[in-house]
């Protein structure tokens, strides 16, 4: 059992930032890739973010390139995501998620319960 548990989100206006963390706990993460998705009303979850846990590569969807950076800690076992240049189109829950592999393809073993964030014009 590993629980992954978001923080962060909240109510920023269009072109501010906001930052998201990831803490894991329960076991080890040192082979584990780690991802952030969101889900807006009235679609379906989407990948946001991804990392590499030990090599540090990082993939992103073009919706978010240039916007919005995933980082990791591997002692702390927690990943982040920065968000600047907002737009309301982000406003979603956005969900930690890890992946029983270094890369962040398939499907998560893992989820938390995610974070809101909501953006306003």
């Known amino acids: 059992q590993v629980q992954l548990v978001e923080s962060g989100g909240g109510l920023v206006q269009a072109g501010g930032s906001l930052r998201l963390s990831c803490a894991a706990s329960?076991?080890?993460?040192?082979?584990?890739?780690m991802a952030w998705f969101r889900q807006a009303p009235g679609k379906e979850r989407e990948f946001v973010a991804g990392?590499?846990?030990?090599?540090?590569?990082?993939y992103y969807a073009d919706f978010v390139k240039g916007r919005f950076t995933i980082s990791r800690d591997n002692a702390k076992n927690t990943v982040d995501l920065q968000m600047n240049s907002l737009k309301p189109e982000d406003t979603a829950v956005y969900f930690c998620?890890?992946?029983?592999?270094?890369?962040?393809?398939?499907?998560?073993?893992?989820w938390g319960r995610g974070t809101q964030v909501t953006v306003t014009s």
């Open positions: 998620a890890a992946f029983p592999s270094d890369v962040p393809v398939g499907y998560p073993d893992y």
């Open positions: 329960g076991r080890s993460f040192s082979s584990y890739a």
């Open positions: 990392v590499r846990w030990n090599a540090g590569v990082a």
